[in-house]
C-alpha cells in the first residue's frame, strides 16, 4: 500500500481498510510515525510523541476489530492538542510552566477517544495556554504552516491544524476560545469545528477562558469532522456546564440537499480589514453555494466590532483566574532559588509564564480590580449579550451565516509577533460566534495569492444556529462534493519551503 | 463616658455531607495528608467544579430554620487570592447572590449577677455556601512547611449576622443557640475542636447613645465559647482603653491567643486583598425552586422553639425547663422518650437536668452517650412515683445503673432498697418510737413543731431508711392527735 494515499485518505476510507483487515491498525499507526519522523522536526506540529504507547493502543485496536468490537474511529491515528490531560502523557499546555507535568488522569475528550479505541499518535504543538494566532507563544517553538515554510500556521491550535494539513495524523482534535480552531484551520487548508458551548465537555482541558473554550475536531473534510464529534460529544457529568442532550448523529445531515437554504452574509464580515484575495475567494464560493440551490441574504451583525474589546476583557479575566493555579507549589514550574514565599511566587510564575500569558493575566487582572469591575467585566458582559442578540435576530432571517473565518491567509512567523493588537484581528471574524456560544467552522474555500506570490488556503467560515452542528456539517459536505479544495495537500519537500 | 460594644458574627459550619462540596473526595477528619484530596481538591490543570446537591440540601434546611428568604437563583463566584493552601488560587464562593437572604434567631441571654435573664432577635444577614481551604502544616519535615489538602474543598456554610449584639454574653447566647440549631437541623456536628463550627467576631465600641458605628476589628477564629468571652471581653476594654487614650482604632483582623488571653492585629486593612471577585464561569447559577423547598420543609425536624413551645403546652414545663430541655435534639429526644414511657413529666425535667446533666457534665458526655436510656430513667421515676423507693434511694438507684450494675428492679432488690409501705408494720415501729420518747411527745404536746421532725427522724432511723416518709407522717400526725 501506497504511504502517500493512506494518509491522505478520508476516516471514512481508512475504517473501511481496517475493518477489512486489508490494513492494521499498527501498520497504519506506523506509517503516520514514519511520517512524522521524516517531517516533524521541520514543521514542529507534535511536542509530545511515546511510540510505546501508541502502538500499545494500535495492538489494542487490532485486538477489537479481530473481535468485531469496533466504531468508525478504533485503529484510526488522532492528534491531540496538548491541551488535553492525557494520563501517562506530558501535557504542557505549550509552557513552560507545564513542561515536566505527566498528566495523571485522563481528560473527556481522551478517555471518548479511548472508548472509541482510536488511537492517540502524539500531542500537538500550541499556543502558550491558547493565547495566541500564530503558534509563535509556544515554549517550545513555532510550527511551520506546511503549505508554506516561513508562515504560521495560526493558532492556537497551530500544532493540529500543521499535523492535519501534512498528513502526519488522519484527524485532530483543537480547542477554540476565539477562533483558535477555525483560524489555524481556515491558514492551514482544513476543516474544522467549534461546536455549541457545552457540546463537548471541557474535563481535563486546560482552561484558558472557561466560559468561551470549547473543544472540537481538525480534520481534512466536513463528514471527517461529523466522525469526530459522535466520539467527542456528549453530556459528562464532571463538567456542569455540559449540556445533557441525547446523543447526536452528526452525519445525519451530510446528505440533505441545499436546496433554499438560506445563507447570511454580514456586511461587517466584508468590510475594511478584510484581505481582497481573500474576499474573492469567499465570493466564489458564495457563488458556489448559490448554484447548489441556496439562497443568498444580506444581514447585519451590527455589534461584530465590540466582539474584540469584550473578549480581550472576558477572556483575560477569566484566564487571570484560571491561572492562578499554576504557583510552584503542587505541581508546575518552581523556580531553583527563592527567598520567602511570595519570592517563590513571583520567580515561579516569572519564569514559567511567557510575555504573552503574562500580559493577559496583567489585563485581567486589572479589569477584575476594585473599582475597574463595573467599567470593564461588568460593562462587557453586557455587550457579550447584546453580540448573542444580533445572533439572534439573524438567525431569524436566515439557516447559516458565512464569510471568511480569517481576514488573512498565513502571515509570516515574526511579522505580528510585536504587535499584540494586529495579532488579535486575526480572531476578528471568529470571536462573536464564542461570545454567543454558537457553532463555527472553518472550511477549505480556494487559494489566494500572497505578496510573494504564494498561493495560500483560504477559509470558509460557516456559523450555525445553536446546536445546528450536523446541519453545518451537511451544509459543508454538500460543498465538498463538487469541490476539491479540501483534498489540497501541501508538498512537504518544496525546496523553498525547507527552512 | 460610657461606651457601648457592638457586635457582629461570621460563622463558618462545615455541612455534613458524604463527599466535598465540588468534587467527589471524602471528607474524613484526621485522615492521612492528602489522602481526601482527588484531581479536583488538587487543582491539576483542567479539573472542574460540580457542585454537591447535599450541601445545597443543607443550606436549604438552614435558610428554612431560621425563616429566610432563600434565593431563586444565587451565584457562584470566585475569590482569588495566593495562598499555598488553597490549590486553585481562588476560594469557591458566593459573593453578592447568596443562597440564604435575610433571616433571625431569637437568643436566650441568661442572668447574669442583677440582670436577669432575657430574649433578642439576631437578624442574620446571610448566609452563603463556599469551600473550605487546606491546610498548612509545620514541622513535618525539617526546614519546610507542607500542604495538606484534605480539608480543601470540604463544605462551609457562612452565617453572617448583623451588628446586633451589645456584649459577649449575647454574642455567645447567639454562638450558643446557632451551634444548637445547626446539630438540631442535622447540618453541622457542631465539633468545635475539629473546626467545624468556627466563629469570626467583629468587634466595634461607640459612645453610649450614639448611632454611628466604630471601626471594627475582626477576631479571626475562635473555636470555643470560653475563649469568644475572653476574646470579646479583652478586644472591648483595650478599645475602649484605645479611644480613651485618645488612640484610634484602625480596621484589622486579630488573633486571640488563648495563652496570654489578648488579642493581636494579624494584618491591617492597607494590607488587605483586593478579591477580584467575579462569578465562576465553570458553575451554573444555583436554581431553588418552590418545589426543592417544599420538599426539604417536609423532612425538617421539628425545630427548637415549636418544640419548646410544645412541651410547655404539652407537658405544663416552665419555660425555663423547656429552653434547657431544647438546646439539643438529642436531649429533648431523650426528655420526650422518658414521659413516653410513662413517667411524670416535670419528674422527668428535674431528673434530667438534675443529676443525669450534672453526671453527663463531670464525665464531659453529652445525652448520647448517656450510660442510662430513657426506658431506664423512665422504670426509675415510676419506682418513685408508685412508692417502691424514696428519692434518696433512687438516686443510689441511678448511680447504680450509672455504673452498670443492671436495671432498676434488680438493683433495687440486690441493695435492699424497696420501701417499707405496709401501714401495719409503720405503725408497730412508730408505737416503739413512741413509748421509748416520752419527753419529746411531751414536747410536741406543748406546742414545740420541731420535736415531730425528731420523731419522724427516730421512726425512719428505726426502720433503717426503708419506711415510706409520707406514710410515716400521716400516721405519726394521727397518733399524736389522737
Redesign the interface.
Known sequence: MNQIDLTHFSLRQIAELLQSKKISSVELTQTFLARIKQYNPNINAYIALDEDKTLAQAQAADARIAAGNVTPLTGIPIAQKDIFCAKGWPTTCGSKMLAEFIAPYDAHVISQFDSAGAVNLGKTNMDEFAMGSSNETSYFGGVKNPWSYDRVPGGSSGGSAAAVAARLCAAATGTDTGGSIRQPASLCGLTGLKPTYGVVSRYGMIAFASSLDQAGPMAKSAEDCALMMNVMAGFDERDSTSLDRAKEDYCKDLHQPLRGLKIGLPKEFFAQGLDANVGKVIEAAISQYKKLGADIIEISLPNTGLSIPVYYVLAPAEASSNLSRYDGVRYGHRSAEYSDLMDMYCKSRAEGFGAEVKRRILIGTYVLSAGYYDAYYLKAQQIRRLIAQDFVEAFKQCDVIMGPAAPSTAFKAGEKVDDPVAMYLQDIYTISTNLAGLPGMSVPAGFAQSDDGKSLPVGLQIIGNYFDEARMLGVAHQYQQVTDWHKQAPNLDMPEGIA | MEWEVVIGLETHTQLQTNTKIFSGAAIKYGAEPNTQAC?VS??????????NKQAVHCAIKFGLAINAEIAPRSVFA?K?Y?Y?DL????QISQFELPVVGKGAVTIQVPAQGKNAAYEKVINITRAHLEEDAGKSVHGAVEDMSG?DLNRAGTPLLEIVTEPDMRSAAEAVAYAKKLHELVQWIDICDGNMQEGSFRCDVNVSVRPKGTEKLGTRREIKNLNSFKFMTQAIEYETRWQIETLEDGGKIQQATVLFNPDTGETRAMRSKEEAN?Y???PD????PLIITEADKARIGADMPELPAAMKARLEAQYGLSSYDASSLTTSKDLADYFVAIVDAGADAKQAANWMMGSVSAKLNSEDKNIKACSISAQQLAQLLTRIADGTISNNAAKQVFEAMWAGEGDVDSIIAAKGLKQESDTGAIEAIIDEVLAANGAMVEEFKAGKEKAFNALVGQAMKASKGKANPAQVNEILKKKLSA
Open positions: 484531581e488538587l487543582a491539576l490543570p483542567g479539573v472542574l467544579p460540580v457542585l470566585r482569588n495566593f499555598p490549590p486553585k488560587g481562588y500542604i483586593d477580584r471577585y467575579f464561569p465553570d458553575l451554573l
